[in-house]
């Protein structure tokens, strides 16, 4: 299975900062990454597919970057709204597997 | 809209089946790909497995000869069942669309395993 490690696992910010959340994968998966965000009892929502595009209805101040075993998601200016667990994920190969996520909490 | 709604009971009993029914709302599920990812206490996700628009399945291995994907497409449903259930099954089970990334998910159903 491709394991995703997920860093930091929590990033304390104020709002108004920009942040890079980092994905590194345990083996190639070219751009097969998907950032999920998942706020406190609620579904996950999929903010960037492929590793850096944009899906409809996502602010865009969510950006995506990255190929091969590193990938970043990227929030300009956190808004108190973005507090919330982030999830990478790989469709690379089966079984699709998740990061363990990112915390963003506020300072 | 597509939309995805979980059902089935919030608790079950070790060694018992779990069975969960997703119904489907404003898309035909033998278009794309269907599936269920569950959510353990904390943040760690698994992916369970899917069902494709012809039927096609994949589990993860982890889950071994447990599990059971099915669907009803005369009703636009598909189900989970996943057998043998122990403490460390409890976790919130979601269902959700797959069109190369998982767009669409369910609201969730918690099942806790506990006697």
């Known amino acids: 299975d491709i394991v995703l490690t997920q860093s930091p696992a929590t990033l304390s910010v104020t709002p108004g900062e920009s942040v890079s959340l980092s994905c590194r994968a345990s083996q190639g998966v070219n751009t097969s990454i998907h950032w999920y965000q998942q706020k406190s009892n609620e579904s996950p929502r999929l903010l960037i597919k492929?590793?850096?595009q944009s899906i409809s209805g996502i602010p865009s101040r969510f950006s995506g970057s990255g190929s091969g075993t590193d990938f970043t998601l990227s929030i300009n200016r956190v808004e108190s709204e973005d507090f919330s667990v982030y999830y990478c994920?790989?469709?690379?190969?089966?079984?699709?597997?998740f990061g363990a996520g990112t915390k963003l909490e506020l300072k | 809209e597509v939309q995805l709604q979980e059902s089935g009971p919030g608790l079950v009993k070790p060694s018992q089946s779990l069975s969960l029914t997703c119904s489907v709302t404003g898309y035909s599920i033998t278009s794309n790909y269907w599936g269920w990812i569950r959510k353990f206490p904390g943040t760690k996700m698994e992916w369970m497995g899917y069902i494709s628009y012809s039927g096609r399945i994949s589990y993860n291995p982890s889950l071994k000869s447990r599990i059971s994907i099915t669907r009803d497409t005369s009703k636009n449903h598909f189900f989970l069942q996943l057998n043998s259930v122990t403490t460390e099954d409890t976790a919130t089970y979601y269902c959700?669309?797959?069109?190369?990334?998982?767009?669409?998910w369910g609201q969730g159903v918690m099942v806790t395993v506990s006697s």
């Open positions: 492929f590793a850096s």
């Open positions: 994920q790989q469709s690379y190969s089966l079984p699709h597997t």
């Open positions: 959700a669309r797959y069109g190369n990334s998982w767009g669409y």
